[in-house]
């Protein structure tokens, strides 16, 4: 079974500044996903920004990023130019096929990340 | 909004009680997923359905169903609740049964058993 560990319970940064939120998973699959998903305080589940195991190049979204090293199976998300309503939970998740086509998101326990103006 | 609805927003019951849960997914989604989210567990995935039929099972306790209807909305009904079943339960949906974009969440039903 696919694991996704993420080992920061809180980080917090000042606003403007960069952070890096980190999340390792284990697969022995070579095909697979990976997702950034934030949940602020609405509850709201929001995803940030997606990857391709296939693909070496990371992904970016406006001030998202990712480092994806495949070889370590680590996936961190970098925030650049920190805002005030970057404050939620970050979820790191994972899916490849199940099994007859089917894939379903395995979540990480979440970063509570604080912005602190 | 996501497009996708989830009702009651919030829900308290006694133990012992049954409630049912209900997902319409974003137009044009053919799966649901079900997660519970409690505060030590995370978000942990119940079941799946794709049009109509179940797809995948998680961790879904057996005082636990779902379905999927004709019109594809999906109910998730919690029997004999215990005050351990308190948790905020998500319904999400996807176009087909690879998730390889994600899913869209609904915005979950709080659920208190006292």
């Keep these: 079974a696919q694991t996704v560990t993420q080992s920061q319970p809180e980080m917090s940064v000042q606003e403007a500044e960069t952070v890096t939120l980190s999340c390792t998973y284990d697969t022995s699959e070579n095909n697979y996903y990976l997702f950034w998903y934030k949940q602020p305080p609405s509850r709201q589940m929001i995803l940030v920004i997606r990857q391709e195991a296939y693909k070496q190049q990371n992904a970016t979204e406006n001030r998202f990023s990712v480092n994806f090293q495949k070889a370590a199976k680590s996936f961190s998300l970098k925030i650049s130019d920190s805002q005030l309503g970057d404050t939620a939970m970050y979820f790191c998740a994972f899916t490849s096929d199940s099994g007859a086509g089917s894939y379903q998101l395995t979540f990480g326990k979440g970063t509570k990340l604080s912005v602190i103006p | ?114």
């Design chain 2, 1 to 114: 909004d996501s497009g996708v609805t989830q009702t009651p927003k919030h829900l308290i019951t006694a133990t012992g009680q049954r409630v049912t849960l209900r997902c319409s997914p974003r137009s044009g989604d053919l799966s649901v997923y079900w997660y519970q989210q409690s505060l030590d567990q995370g978000l942990q995935f119940l079941i799946q359905y794709y049009n109509g039929e179940e797809r995948a099972k998680g961790n879904i306790l057996e005082r636990f169903s779902a379905q999927q209807f004709p019109d594809l909305h999906s109910e998730l009904n919690l029997s004999s609740l215990e005050l351990g079943d308190s948790a905020l339960y998500f319904c999400a949906s996807s176009p087909n049964t690879q998730a390889i974009y994600g899913y869209t969440f609904g915005s979950g039903t709080r659920l208190t058993v006292v």
